[in-house]
Each structure stands twice: as C-alpha cells, then as structure tokens.
C-alpha cells in the first residue's frame, strides 16, 4: 500500500501562475483534506470532502478550489497564486465511520511563489 | 467554537527521562476524539495515539501515554524514557464526532539532550 501521495514534492510559481496538487490514496478511506502549514501556525485547513462528491470550505479557502475526482483523488487548483501561499500543503485521508479514524498524511509539498 | 491550544513552543528534556506535552481544547461537542501527531525533520505527519472522549481509562500506545483530564478539557502527551529520535514537533488534534473536520494545535517543538 502507498498510503497516501502527493505530486508534486517542490514546486516553484511565479505570482499569478495557477498548478494544480494532485493526492491520491488507496486505503479506500470516504475523507479527504488538503491542509497548509505554516511556521508557527500549524495545520490549517483549506477545503475538505467528506465524501466522493462532496467538498466544502475550511478554515482558510480563499485563493484555492478543489476537486473531488473519484474516491481515491483529491485535487487542490491554485488559480493566480500569490507570495502569501508559500506554504507546505498537506493531503491527508481518513476513514469515517470507525474509529479511531485518525489521518494519514501525504508527504507534502513545499510550495514557493515569488 | 472549537479550537486546540498548545502552550509550550518548545520543550527540552534530558534523554531517558519522560516529558510531558500539554494540549488543552474547547468543543461544544458532547463527543469527539482526540490525536497526537509527531512531525520529525524530514516533514511527515505520525500518527501517535488517540483518545475519545467517553473511553474510561487513559490512551496508552508503548512509550506514549495520553494523560485525559475530561473535566479540564485537557488531553497531555506524555513520552516515557525519552530517546533522541523523539527529537521533533508534536501536535494535538481534535475531530467532533459529528464533523467531518480536524482541528490542530500550534504545535510543541521537543528536544531530547542526550
């Protein structure tokens, strides 16, 4: 099992350049996350989808869209990214309904825009 | 509103000893469950142990041990016998039973002297 992945590791944009994060898992879990972390600031959640089908906002969606593509892939779009999205980006997956459904995290990716 | 505090940024202790983390939350939730994660250098997530919030006896999962104060809303990480490779951010996570959402404190950076 790979768990859950996340293309790709490093990423470099310019201001007002989009890209697209790409997670998938294969542990067949209902839940997926796409968080950031910040120095000093912990996780922060952007969107979730609670469900194939299903996305809504966290804590800091602004700037950001997902797509819940299938149960397995959960994409996070950057439309115009901004110096303020520098961040590491967390994908993590959950299952729902047994506990203690803790979340498994992608590796990250280490996003920079200049 | 719900939300995780973690007071300490940074905490050091003598290798062999134990240590204690503190986490403290606020839910209206009348169920939830609660998570320690560890982030090493290298920049994955761990999942460590979880404790809910109806369960009886305190989480215990080898050298970790979740010291559960119900009353006090607080959740403890305590790490026995402290070796170097515990060396690394920990972090403590709430899920109200009834959301799909994880909350995560700010974090506690741990430092084992040898």
């Known amino acids: 099992n790979a768990g859950v992945t996340q293309t790709p590791k490093f990423q470099v944009l310019k201001t007002g350049q989009s890209m697209t994060l790409q997670c998938a898992q294969d542990?067949?879990?209902?839940?997926m996350y796409w968080y950031r972390q910040d120095p000093g600031m912990g996780l922060r959640l952007i969107y979730y989808s609670a469900s194939e089908g299903t996305t809504d906002k966290g804590e800091v969606p602004n700037g950001y869209n997902v797509s819940r593509l299938n149960k397995r892939e959960f994409s996070l779009r950057l439309e115009s990214a901004a110096p303020s999205q520098t961040s590491v980006y967390f994908c993590?997956?959950?299952?729902?309904?047994?506990?203690?459904?803790?979340?498994?995290f992608g590796p990250g990716t280490r996003l920079t825009v200049t | 509103a719900q939300k995780i505090t973690q007071t300490q940024p940074g905490m050091f202790v003598q290798e062999k000893e134990a240590v204690t983390l503190d986490c403290t939350y606020d839910t209206s939730d009348p169920s939830y469950g609660l998570f320690w994660y560890k982030q090493p250098s290298s920049g994955e997530m761990i999942f460590l142990i979880y404790q809910g919030s109806y369960d009886q006896q305190n989480a215990t999962e080898g050298r970790y041990s979740l010291n559960f104060q119900k009353a006090r809303k607080s959740a403890n990480l305590v790490i026995s016998a402290s070796q170097l490779g515990d060396s690394a951010m920990y972090f403590c996570a709430m899920r109200p039973s009834l959301s799909n959402q994880f909350y995560f404190g700010t974090g506690t950076s741990l430092t084992v002297i040898p």
């Open positions: 542990m067949n879990h209902n839940s």
């Open positions: 993590a997956s959950s299952a729902r309904d047994t506990t203690p459904y803790e979340q498994y």
